[in-house]
């Protein structure tokens, strides 16, 4: 009798408290707070990005002067491959370039850093450029390879590289833009 007396005491509490929530919840659920539709109040935040440069940085007048380049893709590489073809053919309207007698070898980038030995290499942002020929690198030959190269804006500076046919290579140094104007 005991435990049936124990079962109908549960039953009671269980169904008191199953009244009290269904009394209580359309009370908290009715806060006072009436729900409305989103409205629009001004446009999202939105950052507008360039389009990607397809020029090369030629001279004239002695100067650094931006012209078009004809390249299928906006890539650092097809740019200073550009750079450098246009020093094999005449340039015309006073246009020239201080690259005469050099080849672009290949460039390398550190963005997206090798593993060496399971180890990441550090992740910076710098451009090598290599560069091939006999002669000096001048100052406006620098220019513009660097200034062609940092219309990539991932690239903080351009390191040059200068391979020779019978000596060893030497870095010309690490260059931004700014100072080569």
Same mark, same amino acid.
């Given at each position: 009798m005991r435990?049936?007396?124990?079962?109908k005491?549960? &039953?009671?509490?269980?169904? #008191?408290a199953l009244v009290?929530?269904t &009394?209580?919840?359309p009370?908290v659920?009715?806060?006072g707070i009436?729900p409305?539709?989103a409205?629009e109040? %001004? @446009? !999202?935040?939105t950052?507008?990005v360039p389009?990607?440069?397809?020029t090369?940085?030629l001279l004239?007048d002695g100067?650094l002067? @931006?012209?078009p380049?004809?390249?299928?893709?906006?890539?650092?590489?097809?740019l200073?491959?550009a750079?450098f073809?246009?020093?094999? +053919?005449p340039? +015309?309207?006073g246009?020239?370039t201080?690259?005469r007698?050099?080849?672009?070898? #290949?460039? =390398?980038d550190?963005l997206n !850093?090798i593993?060496?030995?399971?180890?990441?290499?550090?992740r910076t942002s710098?451009?090598?450029v290599?560069? @091939?020929?006999?002669g000096?690198?001048s100052?406006p %030959? =620098? %220019? +513009?390879i660097v200034?062609? %190269?940092q219309?990539?804006?991932?690239?903080? +500076?351009v390191k040059?590289?200068?391979r020779y046919?019978n000596? !060893?290579?030497?870095?010309?140094g690490?260059?931004?833009c700014?100072?080569? =104007?």
């Open positions: 435990g049936r007396a124990r079962r005491c549960h &039953g009671r509490r269980a169904r #008191g009290l929530l &009394g209580v919840m009370v659920a009715g806060c009436a409305t539709d409205r109040v %001004a @446009k !999202p935040p950052v507008q389009p990607p440069s397809k090369i940085y004239k100067r002067t @931006k012209e380049a004809d390249v299928e893709s906006d890539t650092v590489e097809s200073l491959t750079l073809a246009a020093s094999t +053919q340039l +015309q309207d246009r020239d201080a690259l007698g050099f080849t672009l070898e #290949g460039i =390398k550190s !850093p593993r060496r030995d399971e180890v990441q290499l550090p710098t451009l090598t290599i560069v @091939k020929g006999e000096t690198l100052r %030959a =620098k %220019a +513009q200034c062609t %190269a219309q990539e804006a991932a690239f903080e +500076q040059i590289v200068h046919e000596r !060893p290579s030497t870095v010309e690490r260059f931004i700014g100072d080569l =104007k």
